[in-house]
Structures are given as structure tokens and as C-alpha cells.
């Protein structure tokens, strides 16, 4: 059921990403654009959010969850081989990071009860498959069926047959979409980077993400997790519909209501369009947190880690 309030908020999220795309750091614009091709999604502007991930592919933002969002949006836009590129491109990262699973091999047919049972072929050597299975059902089949006229075949040279030329089949297939995925590469996967498919040598944990948080006016913020440590905040505060005002930011426990301190005390000018800081790094202790926020228009609060 369509509610206003909940447009509203839309609006409202999407005018806020939009400010931050605008005057944002280069993460803070990749981060925009991700979270702006969500809501030109769910509202069916496919072509818009296309861009944005193409946006963010041309200045080197690459992960395989983002190249399957963008392939899903190729295919419901109607552009299939792009879809295909762009899902090959994501199974290449996978790979190369040891995340996809080697591919099974074809099930061996149950041999009979009179006949031994046979060795199944090498998936490398399975175009020699049809002639192994003749020669091995020839072997082993009794002196006088072999020299008898040779209208009488066993029969399970059939379903061996069948079951090769299955395989066949579904090896022209993936080499048939390979082929006309690559007869088109959109520009903006033109533009990735080449991906190694050397082993992944083990890397160090990765370090804990920045948290960005906006709004409007003075709200209190969703809950957010940090690990600890020395943190600093980055921030933009804009002016309001009606001039300047006070810019506060207080860094609450989420689970005690505890205020644990004062992050940022400001006035944004009444003739400036917007003010813009870094505050001095500063330790936080572990735990889930909100901002409580008062501010005169739309802001923007990026909390990042810094080194200890």
C-alpha cells in the first residue's frame, strides 16, 4: 500500500545521498552511488541505476556482489549480453578469489551384472569418450557376438552414447555463450582492471569500515557497531530552508541511553550553503552506538577509523 510518509523519507534519503555525491570524498561518492542505485531500483529507474554502478566500475570500485547486481539490471533493461558480460566478469573475481567450485564430473553410467565395470573418462579426453565406450563394450562382450553379423548391438551402447553427446552438448553450449558474451563488452566493464587468476596468497584481516550516517535537521540515527579504538569525524552540515544555526553531534550507548560524549558543538553560517570539518581523532571505547543529531538542514557524519 503506497504511504506518503514513506515517500517522504525517500525523498528525503535520496536528496541527502545526492548532496553527499555532489561534495563527498571519493569513498563517500562511491558509497553514495551504491546506496542511489537502490532507490532508482524500487522505483523502476533501471537506466539510472545502471549508471551509477557504471560509474562506480570506472573508478575502480569492483566486487563480484556489485558486477551480479549490475547483471541483473542489464537483463531486466533488456540487455541481454551485457547481463552476460557482466555476470562473467563476477564469476571471474569469484574464481580468482577460490570462491566458485570446480565443476562436477559427468555420472558414470551403473554397469550391468555381467559386464566388469568400466573406468570413467577424464573430462579432458571427453570428445574420445564414444570410441573408449565402443572399444571397451567390445572387449568385453562374448567371441560370438563379435564375430556374428553386427546388427545386434548391446544395449547400452545407446544410453552410453546418449549420455556422451549430453556432455558434448553442454561443453558447445558454455563454449557458445563464452563466444557471445565476448562479441560485446559494455564501456564500463571495458574499463575493470585484469583479473589474476593466480592462487590468493592468505592477506591480513581487513581493517574495520567507516560508518556514514545522514539526515535531516535533528533525528537520532540508526545503531551502528564500533570495535574500538581512536576515530575521527568527518562531516558536512548544510544550511537550512530557513538560514544557519547550531550543529551538534552526541555520541550515545545504544543499549544504556548513555551519553558517552560531545562529538561536534558548531553554527553553521546563515550566508554560507554549507560547512564542512574534520574533527580531531579521539578514542572510543567497543560497543553499539547512535548519534543524536541537531542541525539546521540536511548533513552528513562519516565515522572513520584511525590508525592507533
Known amino acids: 500500500m503506497w504511504n506518503a510518509d514513506d515517500d517522504d523519507a525517500g525523498d528525503a534519503a535520496a536528496s541527502a545521498w545526492l548532496l553527499l555525491l555532489r561534495d563527498g570524498t571519493p569513498a563517500q561518492r562511491q558509497h ?3 546506496a542511489l542505485a537502490g532507490i532508482f531500483e524500487r522505483r523502476d529507474m533501471l537506466a539510472e541505476s545502471i549508471a551509477l554502478l557504471e560509474a562506480n566500475i570506472q573508478a575502480g570500485a569492483v566486487n563480484a556482489d556489485h558486477l551480479r547486481w549490475l547483471a ?5 533493461h533488456g540487455d541481454v549480453l551485457g547481463a552476460l558480460q557482466a555476470a562473467a566478469a563476477a564469476n571471474s573475481l569469484l574464481l580468482a578469489d577460490g570462491l566458485v567450485p570446480a565443476s562436477p564430473r559427468l555420472p558414470e553410467e551403473p ?7 568400466a573406468r570413467p573418462a577424464p573430462d579432458r579426453a571427453l570428445a574420445q569418450a564414444p570410441a573408449r565406450a565402443l572399444s571397451r563394450a567390445v572387449t568385453s562382450a562374448p567371441a560370438h557376438a563379435v564375430t556374428s553379423a553386427p546388427a545386434r548391438r548391446p544395449r547400452r551402447w545407446p544410453r552410453i552414447s546418449a549420455l556422451t553427446l549430453a556432455g558434448v552438448g553442454l561443453g558447445l553450449l558454455a563454449i557458445g555463450i563464452t563466444v557471445l558474451a565476448q ?3 559494455p564501456r564500463a566493464l571495458s574499463a575493470m582492471p585484469p583479473v589474476s587468476l593466480a592462487v590468493p596468497t592468505p592477506s591480513p584481516a581487513a581493517p574495520e569500515a567507516e560508518q556514514t550516517l545522514l539526515g535531516e535537521s535533528s533525528v537520532l540515527t540508526r545503531r551502528f557497531s564500533l570495535a574500538g579504538g581512536v576515530y575521527a ?3 558536512i552540515a548544510y544550511r537550512g530552508q530557513h538560514g544557519g544555526g547550531a550543529f551538534v553531534v552526541l555520541l550515545t ?4 541511553g548513555v551519553r558517552v560524549g560531545e562529538l561536534v558543538r558548531t553554527v553553521v553560517p546563515p550566508d554560507e550553503r554549507f560547512l564542512e570539518q574534520v574533527t580531531p581523532a579521539q578514542r572510543i571505547p567497543p560497543g553499539r552506538y547512535v548519534l543524536e543529531v541537531e542541525a539546521p538542514g540536511n548533513w552528513v557524519v562519516t565515522v572513520s577509523p584511525r590508525p592507533h
Request: charged share 30%; hydrophobic share 45%; aromatic share 8%.
Open 32 to 34: 553514495a552511488r551504491v
Open 233 to 235: 569525524l568527518d562531516w
Open 253 to 256: 550507548d545504544a543499549e544504556s
Open 111 to 117: 554397469a550391468s551384472a555381467s559386464a566388469p565395470a
Open 183 to 185: 562479441q560485446r563488452v
Open 72 to 76: 541483473r539490471l542489464y537483463r531486466d
